[in-house]
Antibody, heavy 113, light 112 residues
């Protein structure tokens, strides 16, 4: 069974940083591109970025590239999203997504003082 | 960025009925490799989006044949026949032909 489990979310103060993780199992993690998508409360879906199998190519939505860093550890079957200089506009559910079609259940990030 | 426009925003349906959702893009979604990277997702209440259809018309693993996708260029349609209770939720189209990938605004399928 394919599983993608995000963690690391929670309440964070404006201007601070946070790192999310996505633990993958049930498929060959290092064979697929992986990505992050977010969804603000009551809103639609926004693509953040993606990383290829060996981390040699990382693409970000241009409007978000200065705030997010995507990385992966194939030995640990884990995808990461480093978020910096967070603002209230970054409050959202963050999903990891695999090229093979599966998404995680999401993790909530709330930016508030 | 490619603008994806979904219609309608809300779609009342009776169980057992048939519905269609439209997704239009601001530019052609035909990739230089010849493929069209237009996909459909369903987000059920309180859940993450799940892939239904990939590359216009291919059903993802486990998706019933009540779901079908069609279209080309800039105009795409998702059809759902014999609607069941588990089909209710918000449907999104996604294009990944052009970077960054962009989603439609969503269509909420709800009971009449």
């Amino acid at each position: 069974e394919v599983k993608l489990v995000e963690s690391g979310g929670g309440l964070v103060q404006p201007g601070r940083s946070l790192k999310l993780s996505c633990a993958a199992s049930g498929f060959s993690f290092n064979d697929y591109w992986m990505g992050w998508v977010r969804q603000a409360p009551g809103k639609g879906l926004e693509w953040i970025g993606e990383i290829n199998q060996d981390s040699s190519t990382i693409n970000y939505t241009p409007s978000l590239k200065d705030k997010f860093t995507i990385s992966r550890d194939n030995a640990q079957n884990t995808l990461y999203l480093q978020m910096s200089k967070l603002g209230s506009e970054d409050t959202a559910i963050y999903y990891c997504a695999s090229e093979c079609g599966y998404w995680g259940q999401g993790v909530m990030v709330t930016v508030s003082s | 960025d490619v603008l994806m426009t979904q219609t309608p925003v809300s779609l009342p349906v009776s169980l057992g009925g048939q519905v269609s959702i439209s997704c239009r893009s601001s530019q052609s979604l035909v990739h230089s490799d010849g493929n069209t990277y237009l996909h459909w997702y369903l987000q059920k209440p309180g859940q993450s989006p799940q892939l239904l259809i990939y590359r216009v018309s291919n059903r993802f693993s486990g998706v019933p044949d009540r779901f079908s996708g069609s279209g080309s260029g800039t105009d795409f349609t998702l059809k759902i026949s014999r609607v069941e209770p588990e089909d209710l939720g918000v449907y999104y189209c996604l294009q990944s032909t052009h970077f960054p990938p962009t989603f439609g605004g969503g269509t909420k399928l709800e009971l009449k």
